[in-house]
T-cell receptor, first 111, second 113 residues
Framework: SQQGEEDPQALSIQEGENATMNCSYK?????LQWYRQNSGRGLVHLIL?????REKHSGRLRVTLDTSKKSSSLLITASRAADTASYFC???????????FGTGTRLKVLA | GAGVSQSPSNKVTEKGKDVELRCDPI?????LYWYRQRLGQGLEFLIY????????KSGLPSDRFSAERTGESVSTLTIQRTQQEDSAVYLC???????????FGPGTRLTVL
């Protein structure tokens, strides 16, 4: 079955550094979304990128999508301690409604 | 406007008891999703509602799990004869249509003793 898998599983950086997380998936998609989760509770939507888009920006976030490689990356620039969270990618199989979430990257930003 | 709400926020129950988890989606959102997240794991899809019909129940892990939705509003996830492996955070999400951004509730943390 389709699955988004994030890499690395865990990442620890110093405040001010950039953080890059990657997501791979298996089947063709309509959209790919990135979410943040603090303290193991509700997820907050960060950015959606459609299959015909290659790059998208939102504030300090930059997302790229390479459909030929079935992969996406999330870059957080100038990280802050408040960025400490788990980050998940979610993909929908083309023609369906169902989003499949990866296992997440746990980011820790040290002050 | 109000976001997705879930109740209770925490539930501790004894093995073998039934539990009901509630989700109130954002008004006007026709699609509603339930997920399960075990500690340190990703989200596991359980069920999807479009309106009050559930075209996909494929994620429900066993026949002890069931869900209902009243119209395009509240949904209830019921777990019968709970087992310790049911312990997890149960998350609900809604959106206007199925390919839109999903908005998540804060989740219900279920602990089965």
């Amino acid at each position: 079955s389709q699955q988004g898998e994030e890499d690395p599983q865990a990442l620890s950086i110093q405040e001010g550094e950039n953080a890059t997380m990657n997501c791979s998936y298996k089947t063709s998609i309509n959209n790919l979304q990135w979410y943040r989760q603090n303290s193991g509770r509700g997820l907050v939507h960060l950015i959606l990128i459609r299959s015909n888009e290659r790059e998208k920006h939102s504030g300090r976030l930059r997302v790229t999508l390479d459909t030929s490689k079935k992969s996406s990356s999330l870059l957080i620039t100038a990280s802050r301690a408040a960025d400490t969270a788990s980050y998940f990618c979610a993909t929908d199989a083309a023609g369906t409604y169902k989003y499949i979430f990866g296992t997440g990257t746990r980011l820790k930003v040290l002050a | 406007g109000a976001g997705v709400s879930q109740s209770p926020s925490n539930k501790v129950t004894e093995k073998g008891k039934d539990v009901e988890l509630r989700c109130d989606p954002i008004s006007g959102h026709t699609a509603l999703y339930w997920y399960r997240q075990r500690l340190g794991q990703g989200l596991e899809f359980l069920i999807y509602f479009q309106g009050n019909s559930a075209p996909d129940k494929s994620g429900l892990p066993s026949d002890r799990f069931s869900a209902e939705r009243t119209g395009e509003s509240v949904s209830t996830l019921t777990i019968q004869r709970t087992q310790q492996e049911d312990s997890a955070v149960y998350l609900c999400a809604s959106n206007r249509y199925s390919t839109d951004t999903q908005y998540f509730g804060p989740g219900t943390r279920l602990t089965v003793l």
